[in-house]
């Protein structure tokens, strides 16, 4: 049997620009999936930043797959997510993004795939730029090569240091369900109890960007006075999986003037999230 490789000639090639046109009514149904009542969402005023991964979600898909084998498929699993916000997403806007695969680090446990995205307004304005790092669990690509998605790891040196903030957020028995039409992220872990213990999970489990967006609304409440137009990065390596009904803790420690590192826990006591950075402009 051929062992999988990596398509190397794909490595740092742009897709083909892709459009969304951002409906009020999706916005704000983002907010409500993410259990966030911050009145900007709520109204439809702004579109809560983590929704940005919503305009891309099914574009970033063909370009992984054109580097990585489909044969890899059923062996991922999200590793970090990286976002970078230059403007808020507002309804009505009309997006357009385009993603690339930039590089890949080959671990003994697996490989991990670097994807840069990149979105901006019709007017070719910037809005945000997004790293997804994808690990590929039990594959050995033997090399690393190209690009890879920018570090952000947490400063030991913190861990001597007292909380600036701590935020605790349930997450509901039908939170993933919520989740999932709000997306558009129809994985099945998340929403079938059979398959996600086909796959060796405990059971159905949260979405990594669900509870990427509790960390957002956690920073932006401590850090931000609760404005998230504020939020200039929000940077998650994901750890362990969260489970429905369980209680998730966001503890933020101030590293510098606009810089907070963070991580999760479950009620569960375990790291759901580590290596959490956010950035906060004036």
Not at 51 to 67: D, Q, R, S, T, Y
Not at 183 to 208: E, V
Request: aromatic share 8%.
């Amino acid at each position: 049997m051929t062992e999988p490789k990596m398509n190397t000639e794909s490595l740092g090639v742009w897709s083909d620009p892709f459009t969304f046109d951002v409906e009020r009514d999706r916005t704000i149904a983002y907010a409500e999936a993410t259990n966030d009542p911050n009145p900007v969402y709520l109204d439809g005023t702004l579109a809560p930043p983590v929704f940005a991964i919503v305009p891309v979600f099914e574009g970033m898909i063909p370009p992984l797959f054109k580097v990585v084998p489909d044969s890899l498929i059923p062996f991922v699993v999200h590793g970090e997510q990286d976002m970078v916000f230059h403007r808020p997403i507002v309804p009505g806007m009309k997006l357009v993004s385009r993603a690339q695969v930039t590089g890949f680090a080959s671990k003994s446990s697996g490989t991990t795939v670097s994807l840069k995205l990149e979105t901006r307004a019709d007017d070719g304005d910037l809005v945000n730029e997004q790293w997804m790092v994808s690990f590929f669990r039990g594959f050995q690509a033997g090399e690393t090569v190209g690009e890879l998605a920018p570090a952000h790891g947490f400063p030991d040196a913190l861990r001597d240091d007292t909380p600036f903030a701590e935020v605790t957020q349930h997450v509901d028995d039908d939170q993933t369900y919520r989740y999932a039409e709000a997306s558009g992220d129809p994985m099945p872990i998340h929403t079938d109890d059979a398959f996600a213990r086909s796959a060796g999970l405990p059971g159905i489990i949260a979405h990594g960007l669900c509870t990427m967006a509790f960390t957002s609304r956690a920073v932006i409440e401590s850090a931000a006075a609760g404005d998230p137009s504020r939020l200039r990065r929000l940077a998650v390596r994901f750890s362990r999986p969260v489970l429905p009904g369980q209680d998730v803790t966001t503890r933020i420690w101030r590293e510098s003037a606009g810089a907070y590192a963070f991580e999760c826990t479950s009620s569960a006591g375990d790291v759901v999230i580590k290596d959490g950075r956010a950035e906060i402009g004036d």
